[in-house]
Every structure is written in structure tokens, then in C-alpha cells.
């Protein structure tokens, strides 16, 4: 039967718990880094971190900040055999996999758009047997040789935050021969204002008022909640009306 609708995520901060920051602190926290590359790492983000926070952030630098985060894993000789086992214990959003339960039960495909490596994601998911349940992983696919060990990054699979969260999200829809109108978004940033396409059908979701203020510029309706309970009853009444 034909999809009415499909589902799109990001996915540190909205799949993963905010607390956390994001999946590769937690890699580079537990040893998915050298010392040297770890440092470079924090150097690294905390410099894009501020343009993000300034909304100076452009294409180039969004390039060379996943370019250069690849570099830092290659040099520490990271394979994704270890970086299974770094990220096994991995938590995802308290409620997420019901959700998921939820959209595959109503016929609903469900993808992952993120500025953000997919491996990554993808262990992650696999590490609380949540990958069964997405479709498609839209971010920036590392190269990997026979050994598993990571070797590079192949740029034309880059996500960059802005439009082309937007376009990505329309590529799932028009895959499942769903209309745009129809694609049901959730993010937890300004950087995700282009997810989906229509406003009223993008969610965001948070853990603090202040953030819930800026997230009222760009989507449709925010939930304050360390669960994804209320993204659940968010789907709920889209769907069923």
C-alpha cells in the first residue's frame, strides 16, 4: 500500500538525548580518538560551534568541518569494528523506538537527515536495534577500506545544514511517491528550519525554554521534554486526525 506519509529526522540532539551533544562526543569521549586528535577535535568544533551560534556558518566552512573531523579519525586509525564497540551502549532518545514502532505499524518511512557522518549514525542505531526501522540515512558517507579501517570521505554525500535539509528531505518523499505537503519533520535547531517543507508539519523539540524561544522562528509547534513521548502524540494527531 502506498505511504500518505514519510517521517524525517535529525539526529544529534532529536534521535540522540541533547545531553549527550552529540554522537561523536560520545565516540571521541571513549576512545575513538588519540589524545592529539581528540584535542584537535574539541579545538575544531568549538571554533564552528560559535559561527553556528553567530548564524555565520557557510557551505565552505561546513565542508572543511566534516572534512577535517574525518582527518582526526583516520589519523587515530579508527575502524568501524572498534567504533561498533565504542558506541554499543549508546543511548537514544528515551521513547524513540516506540515512535519508530509507531510510523512502521501505520505505514510510515522513516529517514535520518543530518549533518553528520552516517556510519556513525547507523552504529548507533544498530546498537539499540533501531536501524530496522529507517529507510535511509541522508549524511556524509566515510570511506572505508577492506580492512574496515576509515580512509576518507567522499564530499558529494555531504548534508550541509540549511536548504539542504529541505532537499533531502523532498528526494525521500518523491522516492515513496509521497507528496512534500505530506513530509512530517522533526529537528532540534534552527539548522533544521529547512526539514520537510511545510512549517506546520515540522516539530521541534527541546529540553529548555530558552531554546524553545529560538525554535519558535522556524517550526510549527516545539515540545519541552527529555522523552519522545509528546513526539509520539505529535505524530498521533497528524496522522490520525
Known amino acids: 500500500m502506498k505511504p500518505k506519509w514519510v517521517a524525517v529526522f535529525d539526529f544529534d540532539g532529536t534521535c540522540l538525548p541533547q545531553k549527550l551533544g552529540s554522537v561523536y ?24 560551534m560559535k559561527k553556528i551560534e553567530k548564524n555565520s556558518l557557510t557551505s565552505a566552512d561546513s565542508r572543511k568541518w566534516l572534512l577535517d573531523c574525518s582527518k582526526f579519525y583516520i589519523n587515530s586509525g579508527l575502524s568501524l569494528k572498534k567504533l561498533e564497540k565504542i558506541l554499543w551502549g549508546i543511548e537514544l532518545q528515551d521513547g524513540l523506538v516506540d515512535c ?39 549524511a556524509a ?7 574496515g579501517l576509515i580512509v576518507g570521505l567522499d564530499p558529494a554525500t555531504m548534508v550541509l545544514p540549511g536548504k539542504e535539509k529541505g532537499r533531502f528531505s523532498r528526494l525521500f518523499a518523491k522516492q515513496h511517491n509521497v507528496s512534500c505537503r505530506n513530509i512530517l519533520a522533526v529537528g532540534d535547531s534552527f539548522i ?27 517550526m510549527g509547534e516545539i515540545v519541552v521534554t527529555e522523552s ?14
Open 100 to 138: 519508530f514502532h509507531y510510523l512502521k505499524e501505520h505505514n510510515i518511512p522513516i529517514t535520518i537527515v543530518s549533518f553528520g557522518l552516517s556510519q556513525f549514525i547507523e552504529v548507533a542505531l544498530k546498537a539499540n536495534n533501531a536501524h530496522y526501522f529507517v529507510s535511509n540515512i541522508y
Open 25 to 48: 562526543n560520545v565516540a571521541d569521549s571513549n576512545g575513538a580518538l588519540d589524545e592529539k586528535n581528540k584535542l584537535l577535535a574539541q579545538k575544531t568544533r568549538s571554533h564552528f
Open 228 to 241: 519522545f513521548n509528546p513526539v509520539l502524540e505529535w505524530f498521533k494527531r497528524k496522522i490520525e486526525g
Open 192 to 218: 533544521d528550519a529547512y526539514l520537510g517543507f511545510l512549517r506546520k508539519n515540522r516539530l521541534g523539540i527541546t529540553n529548555s525554554e530558552e531554546k524553545k524561544k529560538i525554535l519558535e522562528k522556524y
Open 141 to 147: 558517507n566515510l570511506i572505508v577500506d577492506a580492512n
